[in-house]
């Protein structure tokens, strides 16, 4: 059973960067497809970008241009590396991993951006 655990959350300026990590059990880390996605208040868990076993990358149009996702298989990490930072960027952030239909979510970890 594989166990996702974030990191990396925090209170940060508009403007600033933050990099939140998402490390994985399981010893099959590499098949997954992997991704973060993000619940603001009152509003749906959305994608914010994701990483598939194949190597490709995906983003919401939201975040193109200013986020930034990766994974390291031998480490079994997830990385998401977010720069100018916006008060509409506050959500709780999750890492999400998929094989064969299954879908595991960690626990989140908290955004927090000030205008």
């Known amino acids: 059973q594989v166990q996702l655990v974030e990191s990396g959350g925090g209170l940060v300026e508009a403007g600033g960067s933050l990099r939140l990590s998402c490390a994985a059990s399981?010893?099959?880390?590499?098949?997954?497809?992997t991704g973060w996605y993000r619940q603001a208040p009152g509003k749906q868990r959305e994608l914010v970008a994701t990483?598939?076993?194949?190597?490709?990358?995906n983003y919401a149009d939201s975040v193109k241009g200013r986020f930034t996702i990766s994974r390291d298989n031998a480490k079994k990490m997830i990385y998401l590396q977010m720069n100018s930072l916006d008060a509409e960027d506050t959500a709780v952030y999750y890492c999400?991993?998929?094989?064969?239909?299954?879908?595991?979510w960690g626990q989140g970890t908290q955004v927090t951006v000030s205008s």
């Open positions: 399981g010893s099959i880390f590499s098949l997954y497809h």
């Open positions: 999400n991993v998929q094989l064969g239909g299954i879908s595991i």
């Open positions: 990483f598939a076993r194949s190597g490709t990358t």
